[in-house]
């Protein structure tokens, strides 16, 4: 089944302990939706100014990403990111953000869009996620948010979480959105705020899964080398959202592989700037990694006699 | 198979955001051998002073733990640290510590202690570790340290890790022995200096396992209430060594379960103050607890059809 994403298509500037890229293409949409395209048909929704050509266009041809309803500007400048990271990756220090088309973004949606059965909303103002949410007759829908819609929208986030199935954000945002410091306590509330499930991400650590009866945690993929960690989180919900939409199946096993797959394609997308890893990804590579993250967790059952 | 662990009988005094307690029996072995109990035959060797009396010394006895190899110096007073956590229980923050007897703690062991097979070298002077490891005949040996000998002590650490089959140290202690920050290539480093198998803790996260060949991981078990960390990395070996030791099996499923098993005592230890709950512990609530683990991470196999 196919999958609508909505989120930003946009140009990163990014330095790494290991290098650096000028105005390369960015943006949640684009990391999701080529993360995606291995799974299932992907149709983007975002904003692009001029400066969008097609070399970028290129990069959702090869992988057949549908960017029919990616919207152009002319006469402006497509969203720009700069950013920095240290030897701690977990930590993207912004040294710009020029919003440009997106400061006036309003998600238009095709009527095969408003038919796509599993949507994402990538990390976007909670009100116009709600808006394209109405739109869409979805019969699952996540979203990502960050710190700075909890902090500083914090009622449109809460109504946001009425709207949608699955939470995917990250571990310092779940504590943040609760309001408690302990996970398993955070993550209780947020399920109290709407959605049935909620997945964190936790960078080196994994992720984790919640729901009112059951939970399941998977470490991540073991990496010798990082070398750009921009686009993790939007890989992850992207290998996820296109392994349930492939498969069309929604219990409690599938989401568990979801989640692996999830994990498996933001494990290659850090290896390398931008989308560059996944460009030149195979599903060969992504099985595989899948496979090794089965035996890397594997144990067997044991039973110890008193003592 | 019979343990034997060297390392401390202390007393704590312990400040965390949900309550204190003055002067309770902690200290490494006393974590570790409790922990172990609940598996196979411990023997502690520690010294202890006038203040451990019959209160302790029932703490041991209950757990059938064989303290004949504890010394005691008369005239003087045991270990104590005095140490404080935040909401972040993660860090701990030492307010006092006082040697007392640790200050000349020279181990000496019996013949028995001399024979037993499995040895744990607790976080003490790595030429203690080296000078205890030296008389043992042991046929599994593993050992722990802090940043402290790591930063004061390299060359002593060094030499310590040659004697050794398996380290068990935390997350920021790897990196910082390895002076890598990424935990994979941190790992192949310390392999280098003499163990066959590193088990790196992290806390909340789970723990790690690396050889040369293989790769294991698992999570922690998820708590919704952690009242006092201290003593998690001590009882986490203990349930990890007491397992190996009680099974008497060494090859790579024995060390994942063990390590299992060492999460399962871990959580409960972190519960309640110092060893509260495992002396109420029961080997049912550990199996359980473990079946609870093996569901948690469980997924199925996958493959994903080129798409």
Redesign the interface.
Known sequence: MPILVVGSVAFDSVKTPFGERDHILGGSATYFSVAA????EVRIVAVVGDDFGPKEEAVFRERRVDISDLERVSGQRSFHWSGEYG??LNVAHTRDTQLNVFADFKPKLSAAACETPYLFLGNIQPDLQVEVRKQVAAKLVAADTMNYWINNTPDALKNMLRHIDVLIINDSEARELAGE?????AARRILGLGPRRLIVK?G???A?MFTGQS?????AY?????FDPTGAGDSFAGGLMG?LA?TNALDD?AM??A???GSVMASFNVEEFGCERMQRLT?DE??AR??EL?A????????????
């Not at 395209?37 to 299932?40: A, C």
């Not at 410091?181 to 306590?185: E, S």
């Open positions: 395209s291995f799974f299932t030897f701690d410091a302990n996970l398993v306590r936790r080196e650590y994994g984790a939970y399941f945690a998977t470490p073991p990496l010798e080398e990082v392994y492939g096993g568990r592989r989640i692996i797959y599903h992504i099985n899948f496979r089965l890397y967790s594997h144990f067997e059952e044991a039973q110890m006699p008193p003592f």
